[in-house]
Every structure is written in structure tokens, then in C-alpha cells.
């Protein structure tokens, strides 16, 4: 029997038998010696067209930076049309996170005012007492010191917060709000009330408020020459 030839060299990977560093196949399983590796996968975004095929090498540095700047641009272009959006949505949300706190004005200026009872008692604190228009249209003007985030307001209507003083005189059922800010803007919010005594909450979230004006509209119970009235007007700003 043949002594077996001793080979030093590198050993097969299917069954280990030592082969000289020229050949290409086993001299005992005839299996590959330097086998072709396997293509790399292909990352996610290389998977879908038009970066499906294969490039060459270092070309897909120049594809995943342009991928990325259309991905940014994208990003871009969606911020500067939602922008408005996004601002009133971040207001909103700290609106609702914040604790409101009232803000008095400094002047009060209306139209027209019944005799004893001026529009300052409107904002007195006081809901015994009103102020006093002769019907609708009649509008008051708020004034305040520095510009502010409006995010309520609080009508008392009527002659008083006590049901049985409440309907003593007319009532507007409806008030539009005209809130001007420091860039010289105007917001437009119409205010509708319950025809029952009491405090009743308007979320208006407007920034930079530096006037507000009411004017009345659609009086209820003016018969028996009854005049409107406006127990208590409150503001709050965030806090």
C-alpha cells in the first residue's frame, strides 16, 4: 500500500484534507478551495426602484447622500406649509397645561351707557351689578396695559348671577368680539350665550391681545322698555 503524500497547505473547507497553495480543487472531494463569496444583501432603500440594481463600488455613497437631501428637503417643505398649524397647536397644548390667571383692563370705553349703570361695572368683580346699553349694537371697548395671551373670557349675562334678579332686564344672546393685537391684526369671535344666569366660559386662545371690543347683538326681553344688560365681563391670560 502507497504511503499517502504529505501535503502542507491550506485545508479543504468541505473535509479538511491538506492541499498544496496551487490548486484550485481537493485532491481527495474535489470541492472549490477558494470558493466565490456571496454578494452582500442590499440595504433597505437599494430594494426599491430606481436604486434596485447593483452599482459600482463607492457610487452608493453619491445615492444615499442624495436619498438623504430629498428626505431633508421633503422634511423642509412640510414645516413651511404646516408652520401656522404647528404654532396654533403648540399654543393650544400650553393653553391647556397652563393655569389661567385673570387680567383687569386699564380703561373701559363704551358707546352708550344707560343712566347709572357705565360699563365699568361690567368688570367690577361686582355681578350685582351691570352694565347698561340701550339695545343692540351698543359696543365696549377694553384697553390693557401690555399684550397678552387671551385664553378665556367669562360673560355674566344679564342683571345679575341671581336667578331671580337675572331676567329683571334684557339680554344680548349673542356678542361679537373684535380682539386687536400689537402687529395691528384683528380677530373676529362670535360669543353665543345661554339665556340663563350665571358665568359662562369662552375659550378664545388669541395671542398678543392689546384691546377687546363687545358689541351686543340679539336682544331677548326688552319689552316693558327694558334696556340690555351685562352683569360681568372677565379676561384671563395664561399663566
Same mark, same amino acid.
Given at each position: 500500500?502507497?504511503? &499517502? ?6 485545508? !479543504? ?13 481537493? *485532491?481527495? !472531494? ?15 432603500? *437599494? ?19 442624495? /436619498? ?7 422634511? !423642509? @417643505? ?13 399654543? $393650544? ?5 397652563? =393655569? ?37 349694537? @351698543? ?16 360673560? /355674566?349675562? +344679564? @342683571? ?8 329683571? %332686564? ?24 345661554? $339665556? =340663563? ?7 378664545? +386662545? ?22 340690555? @344688560?351685562?352683569? &360681568?365681563?372677565?379676561?384671563? %391670560? *395664561?399663566?
Amino acid at each position: 500500500m502507497p504511503l &499517502e503524500e504529505v501535503v502542507a497547505g491550506v485545508p !479543504c473547507p468541505a473535509c479538511g484534507t491538506p492541499n498544496a497553495p496551487d490548486r484550485r480543487f481537493c *485532491r481527495r !472531494c474535489a470541492a472549490p478551495l477558494t470558493p466565490t463569496a456571496a454578494p452582500a444583501a442590499l440595504p433597505w432603500w *437599494r430594494t426599491v426602484w430606481p436604486f434596485r440594481r447593483r452599482v459600482r463600488t463607492g457610487s452608493g455613497r453619491a445615492v444615499r447622500f442624495l /436619498t438623504v437631501l430629498v428626505v431633508v428637503l421633503a422634511l !423642509c @417643505a412640510a414645516a413651511l406649509l404646516l408652520l401656522p398649524a404647528g404654532r396654533d397647536l403648540v399654543e $393650544d397644548t400650553r393653553d391647556k397645561l397652563g =393655569k389661567a390667571k385673570p387680567v383687569t383692563p386699564t380703561g373701559v370705553r363704551a358707546s352708550a351707557e344707560v343712566r347709572g349703570h357705565p360699563a365699568a361695572d361690567a368688570t367690577d368683580g361686582l355681578s350685582n351689578r351691570y352694565w347698561g346699553a340701550p339695545g343692540a349694537g @351698543a359696543s365696549v371697548t377694553y384697553a390693557f396695559a401690555k399684550p397678552f395671551r387671551l385664553v378665556d373670557v367669562i360673560v /355674566t349675562n +344679564g @342683571a345679575s348671577s341671581a336667578p331671580e334678579q337675572y331676567a329683571l %332686564q334684557g339680554r344680548a344672546l349673542r356678542i361679537e368680539m373684535e380682539a386687536k393685537t400689537k402687529d395691528g391684526g384683528t380677530v373676529h369671535t362670535s360669543l353665543a350665550l345661554s $339665556d =340663563k344666569p350665571g358665568p359662562q366660559t369662552f375659550p378664545t +386662545g388669541i395671542s398678543d391681545v392689546t384691546t377687546v371690543r363687545l358689541v351686543l347683538d340679539s336682544p331677548a326681553g326688552l319689552a316693558g322698555g327694558r334696556h340690555l @344688560a351685562l352683569a &360681568e365681563v372677565e379676561f384671563f %391670560q *395664561r399663566g
